[in-house]
């Protein structure tokens, strides 16, 4: 492709990809009617910082920022401390039955989740964890995928790596805490970041399954802030500015992580 | 290694599996299993179940809304794949040239990505608001009459495609990247030497050794949106007129607003089977076109 045609592409790419969340912010600062106003304004004027004051003070969006991290840490952390375990058992241990095992768990990736939700309710109904965080919570604290990922960097290292180790008289939780675990950290980071991403913008459980207002998720309560505010747009896009910051830090951070993860799972937010 | 054998060595392996093993078995083996229970039944969780034998799946055989919904949610799926597809392919191709500023525009891409759907659909309700939306405005003043996007029983699955579209495209991007790096530069090196211009190139080598790409992109796209829900709960709760109903709102808004969980469960796998069937459909086609290098 010719160069100038190249850079008109990428161009009109960028900008298009970067105004959706110019004017967000735009919108989130600008005074109530301002907002629709002739001709419209990119930058606002006056500015209305209080925007974000005022929909904290309606809205409880400290505690869906506070539950979001919440159960993003927990689950991002037990996923991948869980999926570690048994893919080192996977990985590095020979017992019996281990193929057919792995399989099982390759099958669970093939469940789309909208065939487990309905009798998922039920089952947290039964345990009484409906509106909770732990039925918030319990659904995710595994990872088939995850497994297989780990899987996979742990069968990459050389056998002879634990031999030592064990000769020493190391047990295999020695060897899988201080050797193998450490090896493997760019996997542990991709599949950590990965996991944390998909909990902080996870809506079709938390929406199922939480109904009191301060057990809700960010998404979740974002979505509702729509519905009680409708027409006062720079409130919701105040809104929506706060839920995105976190993810856009972690992004900014961990963009190869992130990067990597998508393109080796093709899971999606 | 040592300890292969014995019962010591198996409850350590036990003790390895147990913590995500458990929670597999009791939060998606043992619900799957259920829902195949749960479809032949009748259930509103306030009685007792009754088994209602296939009465759930042939409803669904006479169900108009749940048809609707089939339809829309294909609509939806024909609308996004070409865009994210053709898209993806050329900005990836346009990135892949080793250009001035390209790794800071692959972070912009791909921002949209990492944002969650929540966000995406209100931000996008917003610039395509009818009448005091950005969009409009801007086409106001060029002189075209913006139409009455979400508003619009004609527009609104546009409306949801096009900032599905938005979201996606840099997703598509990096796989195809990806595949395009993967492809050695002697392939062009020497079809160069033998005078072959660029058009011909991409033909014969960049879009052959990108199919492996171009089959991922597509396979994983259409498992994902066929099950497409949260940005239309959020942008029109399948509305307006019930222009925008997807299958997996009918899913959740039988279970959870009409009470009809072994009618929603039945529904659940009748969207599986389309998955399946689409699946196994691009797997015998990829024999046609996929080249494994």
Same mark, same amino acid.
């Given at each position: 492709?010719?160069?100038?045609?190249?850079?008109?592409?990428?161009?009109?790419?960028?900008?298009?990809?970067?105004?959706?969340?110019?004017?967000?912010?735009?919108?989130?600062?600008?005074?109530?009617?301002?907002?629709?106003?002739?001709?419209?304004?990119?930058?606002?004027?006056?500015?209305?910082?209080?925007?974000?004051?005022?929909?904290?003070?309606?809205?409880?969006?400290?505690?869906?920022?506070?539950?979001?991290?919440?159960?993003?840490?927990?689950?991002?952390?037990?996923?991948?401390?869980?999926?570690?375990?048994?893919?080192?058992?996977?990985?590095?241990?020979?017992?019996?039955?281990?193929?057919?095992?792995?399989?099982?768990?390759?099958?669970?990736?093939?469940?789309?989740?909208?065939?487990?939700?309905?009798?998922?309710?039920?089952?947290?109904?039964?345990?009484?964890?409906?509106?909770?965080?732990?039925?918030?919570?319990?659904?995710?604290?595994?990872?088939?995928?995850?497994?297989?990922?780990?899987?996979?960097?742990?069968?990459?290292?050389?056998?002879?790596?634990?031999?030592?180790?064990?000769?020493?008289?190391?047990?295999?939780?020695?060897?899988?805490?201080?050797?193998?675990?450490?090896?493997?950290?760019?996997?542990?980071?991709?599949?950590?970041?990965?996991?944390?991403?998909?909990?902080?913008?996870?809506?079709?459980?938390?929406?199922?399954?939480?109904?009191?207002?301060?057990?809700?998720?960010?998404?979740?309560?974002?979505?509702?802030?729509?519905?009680?505010?409708?027409?006062?747009?720079?409130?919701?896009?105040?809104?929506?500015?706060?839920?995105?910051?976190?993810?856009?830090?972690?992004?900014?951070?961990?963009?190869?992580?992130?990067?990597?993860?998508?393109?080796?799972?093709?899971?999606?937010? | 290694?040592?300890?292969?054998?014995?019962?010591?060595?198996?409850?350590?392996?036990?003790?390895?599996?147990?913590?995500?093993?458990?929670?597999?078995?009791?939060?998606?083996?043992?619900?799957?299993?259920?829902?195949?229970?749960?479809?032949?039944?009748?259930?509103?969780?306030?009685?007792?179940?009754?088994?209602? &034998?296939?009465?759930?799946?042939?409803?669904?055989? =006479?169900?108009?809304?749940?048809?609707? +919904?089939? $339809?829309? #949610? %294909? /609509? !939806?799926?024909?609308?996004?794949?070409?865009?994210?597809?053709? &898209?993806?392919?050329?900005?990836?191709?346009?990135? =892949?040239?080793?250009?001035?500023?390209? +790794?800071? $525009?692959? #972070? %912009? /891409? !791909?921002?949209?990505?990492?944002?969650?759907?929540?966000?995406?659909?209100?931000?996008?309700?917003?610039?395509?608001?009818?009448?005091?939306?950005?969009?409009?405005?801007? $086409?106001?003043?060029?002189?075209?009459?913006?139409?009455?996007?979400?508003?619009?029983?004609?527009?609104?699955?546009?409306?949801?495609?096009?900032?599905?579209?938005?979201?996606?495209?840099?997703?598509?991007?990096?796989?195809?990247?990806?595949?395009?790096?993967?492809?050695?530069?002697?392939?062009?090196?020497?079809?160069?030497?033998?005078?072959?211009?660029?058009?011909?190139?991409?033909?014969?080598?960049?879009?052959?050794?990108?199919?492996?790409?171009?089959?991922?992109?597509?396979?994983?796209?259409?498992?994902?949106?066929?099950?497409?829900?949260?940005?239309?709960?959020?942008?029109?709760?399948?509305?307006?007129?019930?222009?925008?109903?997807?299958?997996?709102?009918?899913?959740?808004?039988?279970?959870?607003?009409?009470?009809?969980?072994?009618?929603?469960?039945?529904?659940?796998?009748?969207?599986?089977?389309?998955?399946?069937?689409?699946?196994?459909?691009?797997?015998?086609?990829?024999?046609?076109?996929?080249?494994?290098?």
């Amino acid at each position: 492709m010719p160069r100038a045609l190249l850079y008109v592409i990428l161009l009109i790419g960028g900008l298009a990809m970067l105004f959706p969340f110019a004017w967000m912010v735009s919108t989130s600062l600008k005074p109530d009617l301002a907002v629709f106003q002739t001709p419209p304004q990119l930058i606002p004027k006056p500015f209305q910082p209080s925007n974000y004051s005022t929909v904290v003070h309606i809205f409880p969006v400290w505690r869906f920022l506070l539950n979001s991290a919440l159960v993003a840490v927990i689950s991002t952390t037990l996923q991948v401390g869980t999926s570690a375990m048994a893919a080192y058992a996977f990985a590095r241990m020979k017992f019996r039955g281990s193929g057919t095992l792995f399989l099982l768990y390759l099958g669970t990736l093939m469940v789309p989740f909208q065939v487990t939700i309905v009798p998922l309710f039920i089952e947290m109904k039964y345990l009484h964890f409906v509106n909770s965080y732990p039925g918030l919570i319990l659904p995710s604290i595994a990872s088939a995928y995850g497994t297989f990922l780990l899987r996979q960097a742990f069968m990459s290292l050389p056998a002879e790596l634990e031999e030592a180790a064990f000769v020493d008289g190391a047990g295999h939780w020695t060897v899988f805490t201080r050797i193998v675990l450490p090896l493997v950290r760019p996997s542990l980071a991709t599949f950590g970041v990965l996991s944390f991403i998909a909990s902080w913008n996870s809506f079709l459980w938390p929406l199922v399954i939480i109904s009191s207002q301060k057990l809700m998720t960010l998404p979740v309560g974002i979505a509702n802030l729509q519905g009680e505010h409708l027409t006062a747009w720079n409130l919701v896009m105040a809104g929506t500015t706060i839920s995105v910051i976190p993810i856009v830090i972690v992004y900014l951070f961990a963009q190869k992580h992130i990067v990597r993860g998508f393109v080796l799972s093709g899971v999606k937010g | 290694m040592v300890g292969q054998r014995g019962w010591r060595f198996r409850l350590i392996v036990a003790l390895f599996l147990a913590p995500s093993l458990i929670p597999l078995i009791m939060f998606l083996i043992v619900p799957m299993l259920a829902s195949v229970g749960l479809s032949f039944a009748s259930w509103d969780l306030l009685t007792h179940p009754r088994w209602v &034998g296939t009465a759930n799946y042939r409803g669904l055989v =006479h169900d108009g809304e749940f048809h609707a +919904a089939l $339809l829309h #949610t %294909l /609509y !939806f799926v024909a609308g996004y794949l070409p865009l994210v597809f053709c &898209g993806g392919l050329l900005l990836a191709l346009a990135l =892949h040239q080793r250009l001035k500023g390209v +790794a800071w $525009l692959r #972070t %912009l /891409y !791909f921002l949209p990505v990492v944002t969650s759907w929540v966000v995406v659909a209100l931000v996008w309700k917003w610039l395509l608001n009818p009448q005091y939306g950005i969009v409009n405005r801007l $086409l106001g003043f060029v002189g075209v009459q913006g139409p009455g996007w979400w508003l619009d029983p004609h527009w609104a699955m546009p409306s949801i495609i096009l900032a599905s579209a938005w979201k996606d495209i840099g997703f598509t991007m990096v796989i195809f990247l990806a595949g395009l790096q993967a492809i050695p530069e002697e392939y062009y090196e020497a079809a160069s030497l033998d005078g072959a211009g660029r058009w011909s190139r991409f033909r014969n080598i960049t879009f052959p050794l990108l199919s492996p790409a171009s089959f991922f992109v597509v396979v994983i796209s259409l498992i994902n949106n066929v099950q497409v829900f949260d940005q239309v709960w959020v942008m029109t709760q399948g509305g307006p007129a019930g222009s925008t109903s997807v299958v997996v709102q009918q899913i959740v808004q039988n279970a959870f607003s009409f009470g009809r969980m072994g009618y929603a469960a039945a529904m659940s796998w009748v969207l599986f089977g389309v998955i399946l069937v689409i699946t196994v459909v691009q797997l015998r086609l990829q024999k046609r076109w996929v080249v494994y290098a």
